[in-house]
């Protein structure tokens, strides 16, 4: 069965620190893939998603960027992260009619 | 482009009452539609989906929705709710390649005994 692995579960960081959260998927091959945030009392925003090794599309533009250096292997940096950073980052991935979620990370950035 | 409105930010019912979520989508191609569950501090759960076929969608946890093209809506509904189904609800639609998920902005149902 398919599974997707996130990680850390939580994480506070102070103002100006770089970022790297890291998602797994297994029991898949070429999936795509998703970053998404869910900022206080708001709902969930993509941030990028990407159908391949090292094909990544950005939704919004931010202080953040994604990478796939692997297949189902899908990373979320930044190099100094801001304060409006903080919030519930989801990653997810899609097969044919249905989107699987991580548990998410929850960041604080003080 | 796609987007889903999701009228009511936070929804209080009595436990054993009945409750309907509302979700509203705008797209210029056809569309698959979804709802999915949130529980705190954890990611997201599918409750149900409509791809094709009958309108009426039935999911887990007793929630069904119905598809409603004339009006583009996909409401959520539950005949009797439980304490346990205090949780945040999102609709989301896709475009049939599945390349992107479009989220609206949650509803939180608050279950009271």
């Known amino acids: 069965s398919q599974t997707i692995h996130q990680w850390p579960a939580t994480l506070v960081q102070p103002v100006g620190s770089p970022l790297s959260l890291e998602c797994t998927v297994e029991?898949?091959?070429?999936?795509?893939l998703y970053w998404y945030r869910q900022a206080a009392g708001r709902g969930l925003q993509l941030l990028f998603y990407s159908v391949g090794i090292g094909q990544i599309s950005s939704e919004v533009p931010q202080n953040l960027s994604a990478s796939r250096p692997q297949d189902r292997q899908f990373i979320l940096s930044s190099k100094k992260l801001l304060l409006s950073d903080s919030g519930f980052y989801l990653c997810?991935?899609?097969?044919?009619?249905?989107?699987?979620f991580g548990q998410g990370t929850r960041l604080t950035v003080v | 482009a796609q987007s889903v409105t999701q009228l009511d930010s936070q929804v209080p019912v009595f436990e054993e009452a009945p409750v309907e979520l509302r979700c509203n989508y705008s797209s210029s191609v056809s569309v698959y539609l979804f709802w999915y569950v949130q529980y705190p501090n954890q990611g997201l759960q599918l409750l149900l989906k409509?791809?094709?076929?009958?309108?009426l969608v039935k999911g887990i946890n007793g929630f069904e929705a119905e598809f409603n093209k004339s009006q583009t809506s996909f409401h959520l509904r539950k005949p009797s709710v439980h304490i346990s189904d205090t949780a945040e609800y999102f609709c989301?639609?896709?475009?049939?390649?599945?390349?992107?998920?479009?989220f609206g902005s949650g509803t939180k149902l608050n279950v009271k005994p």
């Open positions: 409509y791809l094709s076929g009958s309108t």
């Open positions: 989301a639609v896709s475009r049939y390649n599945f390349n992107k998920f479009y």
């Open positions: 029991g898949t091959s070429n999936p795509n």
């Open positions: 997810a991935w899609t097969v044919e009619g249905e989107a699987f």
